[in-house]
């Protein structure tokens, strides 16, 4: 029943996230995703508030539950060539619902 | 890194949701959970598209990946009971990517 092998979802909302650049974080990992053609196996969802404020912009990836806290827009391409297709999460940006783990 | 036990999406953007009551279905997903004090563990979240317009209300939960299309808000209160609390997904709204399962 995999409809995505990854899903991503990007907090567009809340009190922090928006202001961070959040939107920015989104459109660049939309573009590495799409400039691979992978569009169709990995979903870049924009999302609403995770209740994670302070700590964004904020992404977590679906099905393994790999959260990340204060990415940035440069962070995109290796998210996406480390993590979404290579499966080995970007340690450096890792959340662990209080803070970087880092 | 475990933040929510249960991450729950409802799509409330593109061609179809949002005229088929998606807002409905998250807000009564929503008063299940907060009647049963299960805030902090289960996320529902509102999220844009997921792609599958036409099957919606669309609703996604991680991190099994399990999918349910054509949610009305009278599901929400076994989606909560049997699935998000009792580990036991709804099988007659499960959805696979091109429709319903069952």
């Not at 991503?8 to 660049?28: H, I, L, Q, R």
């Not at 290796?78 to 209080?98: A, F, T």
Request: glycine content about 8%; overall charge neutral; aromatic content about 6%.
């Amino acid at each position: 029943m995999e409809v995505f092998k990854k899903h991503v979802f990007v907090c567009v909302s809340g009190k922090t996230c928006p202001t961070e650049g959040s939107v920015d974080v989104c459109d660049a990992l939309r573009k590495e995703i799409s400039e691979r053609g992978l569009k169709t196996q990995i979903r870049i969802n924009k999302a609403a508030c995770f209740d994670q404020c302070g700590n964004g912009p904020m992404v977590v990836v679906y099905p393994e539950g790999v959260w990340y806290s204060h990415v940035q827009p440069a962070d995109a391409k290796e998210i996406v060539e480390s993590h979404l297709i290579g499966n080995k999460p970007v340690e450096r940006l890792l959340y662990d619902g209080r803070g970087r783990i880092t």
